[in-house]
C-alpha cells in the first residue's frame, strides 16, 4: 500500500491505465469516483483553471466507465433505459442522456456512444449503472448482451486541444463534429475518439481500448502537446459551474427528476417506446415541480474552494432550498453557485440567505449558465 500526502492507496479500489502516469506528472490529489481513483489536483485548481480556458490539459478520467451493450436488440434495449428519443441517432454520434428509474428519478447522466446498429457505449457519471443495466436485461426478454470494457478514457480539453489534436493525427480531425465520434489508432494503440468533454471549451475524449497501453497514451500524448503549452490537470470544478454543468450526486441524485434540473428536453414522452420512468415522468410533467435548480451569485469574499456540504438557503425564517455547487470564479471575480430551490422562490432576483462555512450570506439568483450560455467555445 502506497501513500501519497494523505490518501492512502489499496487494492480495494481499482486504478486507472493512467494512474502510474498521473503520479510520475505530479498528481496531488485523490479521490474516489466509480470505485476507482481520480486525480483531483496536480497545482492548485485555479491554476488549473487557467491552464485550462487559456491553452490545454490532458485529464485522466479513465473512472468514466463504459457500460457497453450489444446484440440483435441492443436499439431496443437502450431506448428502454432513457427517456431521449434515440429513433434519429445515427451511427457514429454521441448524445448526453438520462437514465431514470420507474419514478422519474435521475440515475445517471452519461454520454451515450452508439458505435455500431446495435452497439452501444454509456460513458458514466458516478453511479453503478452497469449493475442497473445488467438487472433490468434479465427480465426484459431481449437478446442483449452487457459489460464493461477494457476500455479508459483520457480528456484533452482547452483552446489548443484542436491543435494538439492535429499533431497527433492529421488534419481529419479537424472534420470530427461537436458530439461525434471516430475510430483511430495512435502508435498501435485501438482509440475512440469523441468532441464531447466536462469542461464546457473545445475539447476531446480519448477512449484507449487496450489498458496495458495507458503509459504509453498519456506519455505520447504528453510529448506532441508540450510546444503547445499541454498540462497535467484535472477536471475543473469552476468551469463546469460557470458552464452550468451537473454533477451527479452533487445537483442531481435519484430522488431528483429531470424537470428540476432543466433537462425536460431529454425527455420525449410521445415516442412510441415504453421506456423506464416514462409513466411517472408524464404525471411530474402534467402536476409540475415543487422546485427547480437556478443560479446563485454569493456575496462575500472569494470562497476558499468548493463548498463540501449542502448549504440552507432561507427567505426570513423558512428555509427554500439549498446550494449545491458553489466556487469563486477568478474570472467573473463572482462566488458563483448552483442550487436547489423551491419554485415560489426561483425568480432571477430573488435575494436569498445562504447558510455558509464564512456564516450567513447574501446570495441572488442569477441566469444560468454563468459564462458562454450559447456554449460556442465547446461548439466551434
Known sequence: MNNIGLFRFGTQIRKSPFFDATVRWGAQEFSVYNHMYIPRNFTNPEHNFWNLINGAILCDVGVERQ????????????????????????VGQCKYVLIV??????LNDPILLRLGENHFWISLADSDVLLWAQGVAINSGLDVSICEPDVSPLQLQGPKSGEIM????GD??????????TEAELD?????????????????????????RGDDLWETIMKVGQRFGLQPGHTSTIRRIEGGMLSYHADADINTNPYEVGLGRLVNLDIEADFIGKEALKKIHAEGVSRKQVGLEIHTRPLGGPNTSFWSLSKGD???????SAVYSPRLEKNIALAMVSVDHAEIGTELEAETDLGMIKATIVPMPFYDPNKSLATS
Open 318 to 324: 423558512e428555509v427554500v432550498g439549498k446550494v449545491t
Open 188 to 212: 498501435g494503440m485501438p482509440l475512440v475518439i469523441s468532441r464531447t468533454g466536462w469542461s464546457s471549451e473545445l475539447g476531446y475524449e480519448i477512449y484507449l481500448r487496450d489498458g496495458s
Open 67 to 90: 457500460v457497453e451493450i450489444t446484440g440483435p436488440d441492443a436499439a431496443k434495449f437502450m431506448q428502454m433505459l432513457t427517456p431521449r428519443d434515440l429513433s434519429k441517432m445515427a
Open 101 to 106: 428509474n420507474a419514478d422519474g428519478g435521475i
Open 172 to 181: 481529419w480531425i479537424k472534420d470530427l463534429k461537436y458530439y461525434w465520434l
Open 166 to 169: 492535429q499533431a497527433l493525427f
